[in-house]
């Protein structure tokens, strides 16, 4: 039986052994989502396509649909992202953002936005350079501010998930996404016991991180203390919303 292939392009997200030659590549691709393909032999000394099929490259490719696997059969790189290798702290972002990708989208999921904020932020990567401990924190949790908004998860960090109201003296509750306001929390407190109190100046950082460029970013001012709250509300938003088994917290990814 004759198998029609499929040309997309697409950013090689994890790669990993499979059988005794093969290995198993998941890439993300602008048409049809993540794809889960195999590349036979890419194992072999010899392989052809191996040295093409990297993490944090753009490739043009062509996969076949086959009876119980799609298999890739031809990858030419399209940008090579070079900056990345030359940037521990850049390799290090992007490592993690693939692999959070990876664990957070179903088999062809992730179409529409995902690809391009992907594409935006390698390309942002590649030309960083060294990036400090704090612009890494700020940065990464920026990118997965945007990733759950393109994968249906609102967050609300002006007004009251419950009244609608200005969220006047706010409290942060992860698992309505977003804040809450004291009259709520007070009125209702079974319902609302786990909001916690927050800072205003977090809330703020957070929607400058959603919104801002990822170069922009670089100019945003906060304490350590300020900081610190900020990784762990979005650490509860993707611990509570984002599907997938993360084992640790996403920050110790970038922090090594």
Known sequence: MAWSSIKTTGIVLTVSPFRESDRRYRILTPDLGKIDVIGRGAQKG???LAPQL?????LSLEVVQGRRYMTIISA???QRLSGLHRSFDARLLA????????RALQELGGRDAIYPELEAWLNFLDGAG???RRERLLLYGGLLLRLMSHLGYDIEFE????CR??????????AYGGVVCADCRNKDRHR????????????DLMQAAQQLTYEDMFVLTADRTIVKQYTKCIQDLVAMHVPGYFRAPYWEGVLV
């Open 46 to 48: 010899m392989a052809k």
């Open 95 to 102: 490592s993690s953002s693939c692999a959070f990708l990876d």
């Open 54 to 58: 990297e993490p944090f490259r753009i």
């Open 130 to 132: 060294e990036i400090p």
């Open 76 to 78: 030419e790189l399209k």
């Open 165 to 174: 109201t200005s969220g006047n003296d706010p409290f942060w509750h992860p």
């Open 192 to 203: 609302w016991f786990t909001a916690e109190r927050i800072d205003l100046r977090v809330l």
């Open 159 to 162: 007004h009251c998930t419950s």
